[in-house]
T-cell receptor, first 118, second 112 residues
Framework: GAVVSQHPSRVICKSGTSVKIECRSL??????MFWYRQFPKQSLMLMAT?????????EQGVEKDKFLINHASLTLSTLTVTSAHPEDSSFYIC??????????????FGPGTRLTVT | LAKTTQPISMDSYEGQEVNITCSHN???????ITWYQQFPSQGPRFIIQ???TKVTNEVASLFIPADRKSSTLSLPRVSLSDTAVYYC?????????????FGTGTRLLVSP
């Protein structure tokens, strides 16, 4: 099946600094990627839809100036957490749409990035 | 977006069959039903997808009644490694799933 990678898998940063997380579709092109955040024992929460060549679409309550998304190519989307604070500590997961067998689409998820802000 | 409802948690024992039912009363004509499995600190992993009737693969079966307002994921002979959270989602499979909305998921605990 299709593979989506994320880098880094784990990052620790100091409060006030910025952190960039990369999401790559390794064997397919993805015009649309999605970014989720997941707190412990909770479900995934969609943060934004990343569109190749255009601005990202943010969900209600997600600050676009804090969570910068860039989708510069058909295989790469980046999420930058700016001026990170301890409450931004979470598990960040990306996904990408791709064609599955039988002609239907499915979302392929990355392995996630654990962000800890100290 | 069709909202899904599933049990918060389920318990089972090794070797048993586990059936997890999901309700999606507002499912649209073009919506497919997809189930994902998630282990702690990992991204969700695709299990199975279907549109109607029954779909079976090497790990699970998916039963979808004629009205498509619910679906049941069946895991045959579960093992300890099947302990995970299982999410049921619906989305437009013809044009690509847009904005998947995750519900609570079902936390399955398999005991020896």
């Amino acid at each position: 099946g299709a593979v989506v990678s994320q880098h880094p898998s784990r990052v620790i940063c100091k409060s006030g600094t910025s952190v960039k997380i990369e999401c790559r579709s390794l064997d397919f092109q993805a015009t649309t990627m999605f970014w989720y955040r997941q707190f412990p024992k909770q479900s995934l929460m969609l943060m934004a839809t990343s569109n190749e060549g255009s601005k990202a679409t943010y969900e209600q309550g997600v600050e676009k100036d804090k969570f910068l998304i860039n989708h510069a190519s058909l295989t790469l989307s980046t999420l930058t957490v700016t001026s990170a604070h301890p409450e931004d500590s979470s598990f960040y997961i990306c996904s990408a749409n791709g064609l599955a067998g039988g002609g239907s689409y499915e979302q392929y998820f990355g392995p996630g990035t654990r962000l800890t802000v100290t | 977006l069709a909202k899904t409802t599933q049990p918060i948690s389920m318990d089972s024992y090794e070797g048993q069959e586990v059936n997890i039912t999901c309700s999606h009363n507002n499912i649209a004509t073009n919506d497919y039903i997809t189930w994902y499995q998630q282990f702690p600190s990992q991204g969700p992993r695709f299990i199975i997808q279907g549109y109607k009737t029954k779909v079976t693969n090497e790990v699970a079966s998916l039963f979808i009644p004629a009205d498509r307002k619910s679906s049941t994921l069946s895991l045959p002979r579960v093992s300890l490694s099947d302990t995970a959270v299982y999410y049921c989602l619906v989305g437009d499979g013809d044009t690509g799933f847009q904005k998947l909305v995750f519900g609570t998921g079902t936390r399955l605990l398999v005991s020896p």
